[in-house]
């Protein structure tokens, strides 16, 4: 291919890929661990929550989502940031295509896992489904959004502010979301599940997005790390090849 083709001068760089990578397999990975609700014991209490945070097993699988697009953001720009996010929210319905024909394709009878609990573990309900993909397509355009507002509002500065930023708002809208169409509203117009009280849901809420705020503040050094490092990967690789090519 030549050096100078449209096609070459286009080919992501190492560092796009490597991002485009990491976000979509936190995505998958929140896919499918969204149905868990994990528990974790806490040394005091909080109001609402008490003695244990409750929250969806994808939380942590989601959080690295919001790290690898604020990155992806704030190296490559919002529309390409909103590309990525987009393509990955209609990954989600391929993602699910194979699940569910894999669930109902035969079963051999020399299978170490039964049909049964295949689709246990991999087959999310619908609740689950329409609520992941309502909140992500929602939260994660959000977090995009409001990413770049911040950068322009600082004039590029302040790298922290918008990651925490952007993330601490858009986590808000996810959570709240997720837990309230997943558990309380699709259940109740679908009628396949039952309703949890109000302090539940509200446990639900807050303990999930504690955490999510603390992986937002805490994972604001790797963002710089990994923001600077590909930039200097970038610029190496330019220096060596100005197409900037991955390889041939």
Known sequence: MPRDSPRAAATPTVGQVTLIGLFVTALVTAQLTASKILGFSLPFELPIVGAQLALPGAALAY?????????YAELYGRRAAQVMVNVGFAMNFVLLALVWSTI??????TSQVA???FATVLG???NIVVASLLAYVVSQNWDVLVFHRLREYTDGDHLWLRNVGSTASSQ????????????????ALLGNGDVPGAGFLAS??????????????LDTPVVYAIVGAIRQYDLDAA????????GD
Do not use: M, W
């Open 115 to 117: 049909a049964d609990t």
């Open 172 to 187: 808000a809208i996810d959570t709240v979301i997720f837990v309230t169409v997943g558990f309380a509203i699709a259940p």
């Open 124 to 126: 999310a309900s619908t």
């Open 239 to 246: 220096a060596l090849d100005p197409a900037g090519r991955v």
């Open 204 to 217: 639900l809420i807050v303990g999930q997005y504690l955490l999510k705020l603390a992986i937002a503040v």
């Open 63 to 71: 959080a690295v989502t919001f790290l690898a697009s604020d990155c």
């Open 104 to 109: 109902a394709a035969p079963v051999a009878p």
